[in-house]
């Protein structure tokens, strides 16, 4: 939970801590969604399940880009983050198929 602030003294100020709120609880949702995805996507690395790997990757794809046309993670990180993914699971399934 977010650090508590001095009381507030005006609506305006009380209404903006509440938005605040909400925000920050939306966005804590979806990065933790992110996380989630990339680790579902890891586990089916390591497990070399071909099938899982791909709908993992899938997922995780989707819910990166989401977050990042929100604006709750950068793109550059949303680049980052989708290539590295991209990369290990292609190299899983290129060993795979060889």
Do not use: C, D, F, W
């Amino acid at each position: 939970m977010a650090a508590k602030s001095a009381p507030k003294k005006n609506l305006s100020a009380l209404k903006r801590a509440r938005q605040a709120e909400k925000r920050n609880a939306r966005n804590r949702h979806q990065r933790s969604g992110v996380k989630s995805a990339s680790k579902a996507v890891e586990s089916a690395i390591n497990e070399n399940n071909k099938e899982a790997l791909q709908t993992a990757l899938g997922a995780a794809v989707k819910t990166i880009t989401s977050a990042k046309s929100k604006g709750i993670i950068h793109k550059n990180n949303a680049a980052r983050k989708i290539s590295r993914l991209t990369k290990r699971a292609n190299a899983v399934l290129r060993a795979e198929n060889a």
